[in-house]
């Protein structure tokens, strides 16, 4: 029975959910894997906490993946895909490059926090993220901590003589 009760743990716990601190400035933190049910690719920047999103539904998404040759692993097509999305993303206001496999870092102090195989995990300051209904002063915190980590811009690609071939 314990060992059931173990695993049916284990089994909710499949995005891997957990609370860390930066080894420098000591910020709880909130770790988890992203879910591949979500419609976006998170780059994040090679230099700063902040993240940016490409969504499945973009028109210069779709121009980036019909343009690929044909690739008949999924894992190597994806992998192609990822490095020309990186190529086409203009760099972070900070002057870093937005990067799929870039380390996540402290939202305080900037410090990477996690540093191997990074890809597919998110990084967040607490799980209010995920909530739907906070108190006026948590939702204006969140707001203004979403505008300044994870921006939605509406003009991340660099234009054709921008990119880097």
Known sequence: ?????????????????????CPACHQPLFRIDQSPLDGDYHFYCDRCPVRLDVSVYEPKYDQIQQ???????????????????????????CGGRFRH???????????PVIVDDPAYIDLYPDEDIFERALDAERQKKLERWRAQFFPDLEDKWKGPSETEQ
């Open 1 to 21: 029975m314990e060992n059931e009760e173990n695993l049916s743990d284990d089994n909710d716990n499949w995005l891997h959910e957990e609370w860390m601190t």
């Open 67 to 93: 343009a690929l040759p044909h690739c008949p692993e999924y894992e190597e097509k994806n992998a192609a895909l990822i490095e020309v999305m990186e190529a086409h993303l203009k760099p972070c206001q």
């Open 101 to 111: 496999d870039a380390p996540r870092r402290c939202f305080s102090c900037f410090t």
